[in-house]
């Protein structure tokens, strides 16, 4: 396999992307990529399948979500440029397995505006009885196909607007839960273990197996690292958003699904588990806030959706200028916008076309399949490149270096496995269609694979 490793095919005159983010626009992409209210789109499923510890699988994921964004942030400090777990990897280990991270997190990407879309247009039924689900993915696949082609500093502004409305209304719920609690069961009722360990429902098995899903709500965090070529001091700033970002997610959303589970105890009353959240809303705060609510995850789904069609042009934009894919086709920047607007509008167009085949639940464990089959393979590029390859001089560098990233591959790779398996036949398939695209590209592993050059744009 060693004589498939090539030079890079890049020269200083390629096209590059502008370095004007700092470290307050990363984390802000990170937190509207995972949306402060990610909790709400798996909080009915979570809620079922753990029978009533949403909270667990919640807090349970986030373990796993942290040490994987320690290895990204380190390996990102190490490869600053566009391409992500393609790059961090193919220089870490091997350009092969790097083209297997690369082509699993592309099926994360590719798949994350299609849930978007999907979840949002649910979500503005709710509020919009009338609207059909066609013209609800018209409106969103559109929308943000149109923003992320205006540029990058543009989706950076629309993010934090975005922001703004959906803490306000989160903030509006978490107030009125707490008053509804404390008027029906006292100041008492607002501590409670239950949310944590009910005994007459508790199952390791079912909470393992609803954990996979739940690890739905991080997922979006790492695009910070995909736009590293896009931020002043990658070095620094990649790994601080990264991490800030699956802290901030798992506090929060743990809060949130704590609250909506002591105002509604019995998970086996939902009306709809999918839009299972709103109805809480509507419990404790009427009306208004189911609506409110609705609107918020309609903006919160929009938010998600221009992040993670960023995400997933430019490391479509980093394995095209390595020619891994047609560099020609997606290699490709917008001479004035400097942005990857072939691929914008490809994701686009397939986040529609999907969102009229795919059902909500299948399109969610598709997603969990490729985003931790990648995180897999970073966290053992982190292992490999500082647990290996360097010399450890004290025991904490063999912590770091070596045990972090190794409990973030078994806990991501716990999750990997307990996905259902219509989603694990699905990421198969992809899967089969990335080595032949492997081979075609490699002559059929007679030919080395370009390694990407991960010093050209810093």
Not at 117 to 123: D, I, N, R
Request: aromatic share 12%; hydrophobic share 55%.
């Amino acid at each position: 396999m060693s004589k498939l490793i090539g030079e890079s095919s890049a020269s200083p005159t390629g096209p590059h992307l502008r370095r004007v983010l700092s470290l307050r626009d990363l984390f802000f992409y990170g937190i509207v990529a995972v949306t402060p209210s990610a909790p709400a789109t798996v909080f009915g499923l979570a809620d079922v399948r753990s029978r009533g510890h949403v909270v667990v699988t919640i807090l349970a994921a986030m373990a796993a979500m942290v040490l994987t964004a320690v290895s990204y942030g380190r390996l990102a400090s190490l490869y600053p440029s566009a391409g992500s777990a393609y790059t961090y990897v193919s220089n870490g280990i091997h350009p092969l397995l790097g083209f297997v991270a690369g082509w699993a997190m592309l099926l994360d990407y590719i798949v994350i505006p299609l849930f978007c879309v999907l979840y949002g247009t649910l979500s503005l039924e709710r509020a919009l009885s009338w609207m059909p689900l066609w013209a609800g993915a018209a409106l969103f696949a559109g929308g943000i196909t149109l923003l992320n082609l205006r540029g990058i500093r543009s989706t950076a502004r629309t993010n934090e607007l975005l922001l703004v409305m959906m803490f306000i209304v989160l903030g509006a719920f978490i107030v009125l839960a707490v008053r509804y609690i404390c008027l029906r069961q006292g100041l008492a009722g607002l501590f409670s273990i239950r949310p944590f360990y009910n005994p007459e429902t508790f199952s390791v098995r079912e909470i393992g197996a609803a954990t996979s899903f739940a690890a739905l709500t991080y997922l979006g965090f790492d695009a910070v690292t995909t736009l590293a070529e896009e931020v002043d001091n990658p070095r620094r700033n990649v790994l601080l958003a990264s991490v800030g970002v699956c802290v901030f997610t798992g506090l929060f959303g743990g809060l949130l699904v704590y609250l909506g589970q002591l105002a509604w105890p019995d998970y086996l009353s939902f009306q709809n588990v999918d839009t299972a959240f709103i109805d809480v809303t509507g419990r404790v705060g009427g009306v208004a806030l189911l609506k409110a609510t609705a609107i918020m995850l309609v903006v919160a789904n929009i938010g998600a959706g221009l992040t993670a069609q960023v995400g997933a042009a430019r490391l479509l934009f980093g394995m095209g200028r390595e020619n891994v894919i047609p560099e020609k086709i997606f290699g490709r920047l917008h001479p004035v916008h400097k942005t990857p607007d072939f691929n914008v509008i490809l994701i686009g167009v397939l986040a529609y076309v999907g969102a009229q085949f795919l059902s909500y639940e299948l399109t969610a464990e598709i997603l969990n399949f490729g985003a931790f089959l990648g995180f897999m393979c970073v966290n053992l590029a982190a292992f490999w490149k500082f647990g290996v390859q360097q010399r450890h001089r004290h025991w904490e560098s063999v912590v770091v270096d070596a045990a972090l990233p190794s409990l973030g591959f078994v806990f991501c790779a716990a999750i990997w496995w307990g996905l259902a398996m219509p989603a694990k036949i699905t990421g198969g398939v992809w899967l089969v269609a990335g080595i032949v695209v492997l081979g075609i590209r490699s002559n059929w592993f007679r030919e080395p694979l370009h390694m990407p050059n991960p010093t050209l744009y810093q």
